[in-house]
């Protein structure tokens, strides 16, 4: 361990962070043109009827129908129990269910499961995700997290960052991030200390790394995506992009342990742990009259999409 943490020290610093600001429609649009990249926004939904249309609707108008910068909104719809899917699809998404994506591979529930599924779903050579809770979202998000990758060849991952308000306070959110995934990348993880907000939700990639790494199926794929691009490719391909304040649902204290759990696995996996063979990851809790309640955490890990047959096979197909 001693020398992995070693070898994890010597590597280079990510790029200066910028301003979403920096990156306006025209200049992404004439970038596209001369890069001809194509782009792919994704949210992974489960149960946000509330926020999704919105959310889909702003990008459709500005980013689609007034400058020519997306190619397609993909909703990956788990299961969800309200109106997500109708909304969405109103708002101009493909929506696709997580179960019809690949299903030979399993399915299951768990946002990066999402998001790695998503890999096979969506056509674009960047993939942009977005949170589907946002309830202050303005395109500035998605123009922030795909600006670098249009206009720097070099950049292969944009990781946004902001403010988080939490109950009428200017800060305080991200209290995950504050008392476990810092705490965590201190001790372990020194290469992700310049990270402003490890765990933020908002980020983009080139597709040729994001098909290159596993992604945790639950809520440690932030940290993993990471720790294991770093590591493949080097901290000096990821850009960090400030998207200014952002407001999500807010989870309470007692949901936020089940997070906490995910992400402490996933760290302890890259540290050479397996999380399932301390306590086949469950978080227990008793409660003062002595009853107990164990929750399963979902700690699994889904390999490179390039290793999936039946993804290699689309990609390869001339009609896709
Ligand atoms: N498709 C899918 N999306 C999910 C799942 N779990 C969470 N999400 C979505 O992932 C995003 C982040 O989840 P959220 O509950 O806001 O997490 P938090 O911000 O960390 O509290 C939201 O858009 C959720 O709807 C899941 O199991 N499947
Ligand atoms: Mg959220």
Same mark, same amino acid.
Request: proline share 6%; charged share 25%; hydrophobic share 40%.
């Given at each position: 361990?001693?020398?992995? $943490? $070693?070898?994890?020290?010597?590597?280079?610093?990510?790029?200066?962070?910028?301003?979403?600001? %920096?990156?306006?429609?025209?200049?992404?649009?004439? !970038?596209?043109?001369?890069? *001809?990249?194509?782009?792919?926004?994704?949210?992974? !939904?489960?149960?946000?009827? %509330?926020?999704?249309?919105?959310?889909?609707?702003?990008?459709?108008?500005?980013?689609?129908?007034?400058?020519?910068?997306?190619?397609? @909104?993909?909703?990956?719809?788990?299961? %969800?129990?309200?109106?997500?899917?109708?909304?969405?699809?109103?708002?101009?998404?493909?929506?696709?269910?997580?179960?019809?994506?690949?299903?030979?591979?399993?399915?299951?529930?768990?946002?990066?499961?999402?998001?790695?599924?998503?890999?096979?779903?969506?056509?674009?050579?960047? @993939?942009?995700?977005?949170?589907?809770?946002?309830?202050?979202?303005?395109?500035?998000?998605?123009?922030?997290?795909? *600006?670098?990758?249009?206009?720097?060849?070099?950049?292969? +991952?944009?990781?946004?960052?902001?403010?988080?308000?939490?109950?009428?306070?200017?800060?305080?959110?991200?209290?995950?991030?504050?008392?476990?995934?810092?705490?965590?990348?201190?001790?372990?993880?020194?290469?992700?200390?310049?990270?402003?907000?490890?765990?933020?939700?908002?980020?983009?990639?080139?597709?040729?790394?994001?098909?290159?790494?596993?992604?945790?199926? *639950?809520?440690?794929?932030?940290?993993?995506?990471?720790?294991?691009?770093?590591?493949?490719?080097?901290?000096?391909?990821?850009?960090?992009?400030?998207? *200014?304040?952002?407001?999500?649902?807010?989870?309470?204290?007692?949901?936020?342990?089940?997070?906490?759990? #995910?992400?402490?696995?996933? #760290?302890?996996?890259?540290?050479?742990?397996?999380?399932?063979?301390?306590?086949?990851?469950?978080?227990? $809790?008793?409660?003062?009259?002595?009853?107990?309640?164990?929750?399963?955490?979902?700690?699994?890990?889904?390999?490179?999409?390039?290793?999936?047959?039946?993804?290699?096979?689309?990609?390869?197909?001339?009609? +896709?």
């Amino acid at each position: 361990m001693e020398s992995l $943490r $070693r070898r994890l020290r010597q590597v280079t610093p990510p790029p200066v962070p910028r301003h979403h600001s %920096s990156f306006s429609p025209e200049a992404l649009e004439e !970038a596209r043109k001369e890069t *001809g990249l194509t782009v792919s926004l994704c949210l992974p !939904a489960r149960n946000e009827a %509330s926020t999704v249309g919105e959310i889909v609707s702003t990008v459709r108008r500005t980013l689609i129908d007034r400058y020519d910068i997306i190619d397609e @909104i993909v909703v990956i719809d788990d299961g %969800s129990e309200d109106s997500t899917a109708a909304a969405a699809a109103e708002a101009g998404a493909r929506v696709v269910s997580e179960s019809s994506i690949l299903p030979k591979t399993g399915h299951g529930p768990g946002k990066g499961n999402a998001l790695w599924k998503s890999l096979h779903a969506c056509s674009g050579d960047l @993939i942009c995700w977005v949170d589907a809770d946002i309830r202050n979202f303005n395109e500035h998000f998605v123009t922030g997290l795909i *600006g670098p990758l249009l206009t720097d060849p070099t950049i292969g +991952f944009v990781k946004g960052f902001y403010q988080r308000p939490i109950s009428g306070e200017a800060s305080g959110g991200g209290r995950v991030t504050e008392l476990v995934a810092r705490p965590l990348i201190s001790l372990l993880f020194p290469q992700l200390t310049q990270f402003i907000q490890p765990l933020s939700g908002e980020y983009a990639g080139r597709r040729e790394i994001l098909e290159s790494i596993p992604f945790a199926k *639950g809520w440690g794929v932030e940290f993993g995506l990471l720790v294991d691009i770093i590591e493949k490719y080097g901290a000096e391909v990821i850009a960090q992009v400030d998207l *200014g304040v952002r407001e999500h649902r807010n989870r309470p204290l007692d949901q936020l342990s089940l997070q906490a759990t #995910a992400i402490i696995a996933t #760290a302890l996996r890259r540290v050479g742990l397996d999380p399932a063979s301390i306590n086949e990851a469950e978080l227990t $809790r008793f409660t003062a009259d002595y009853s107990v309640e164990r929750i399963e955490i979902e700690t699994g890990e889904r390999p490179p999409m390039q290793s999936i047959a039946a993804y290699l096979d689309q990609r390869r197909d001339p009609q +896709f």
